[in-house]
Nanobody
Framework: QVQLVESGGGLVQAGGSLRLSCAAS????????LGWFRQAPGKEREFVGA????????TYADSVKGRFTISRDNAKNTLYLQMDSLKPEDTAVYYC????????????????WGQGTQVTVSS
């Protein structure tokens, strides 16, 4: 069982940066692959990126590649999303998610979700 709590969202101007955190409970955090998803108003939830259980492998959606960086600290049970060069189209509620095993890019493959944190990018 994993419980996830996101933080770090807020309002930022286009071109700015934010770092989201996702704190996890559970003694087996290091066995779970973790993902970030986002959902804008009126749109479906979309994949942002994911990181393997060990942290050695990351994958990103094309829309954020080169601007966003996912990392994790297994000693602190925390997942991060560093967002740079933010654009208004990055505005969404951002969710972290966990699944036992390897990374995945579809939301249905993740069994554990946080409550989400709002990111708003003004133009």
């Amino acid at each position: 069982q994993v419980q996830l709590v996101e933080s770090g969202g807020g309002l930022v101007q286009a071109g700015g940066s934010l770092r989201l955190s996702c704190a996890a409970s559970g003694r087996t955090f290091s066995k779970y692959a973790l993902g970030w998803f986002r959902q804008a108003p009126g749109k479906e939830r979309e994949f942002v990126g994911a990181i393997s259980a060990s942290g050695t492998f990351t994958t990103y959606a094309d829309s954020v590649k080169g601007r966003f960086t996912i990392s994790r600290d297994n000693a602190k049970n925390t997942l991060y999303l560093q967002m740079d060069s933010l654009k208004p189209e990055d505005t969404a509620v951002y969710y972290c998610a966990a699944r036992y095993g390897s990374t995945a890019s579809t939301s249905s493959e993740y069994g554990y979700w946080g409550q989400g944190t709002q990111v708003t990018v003004s133009s």
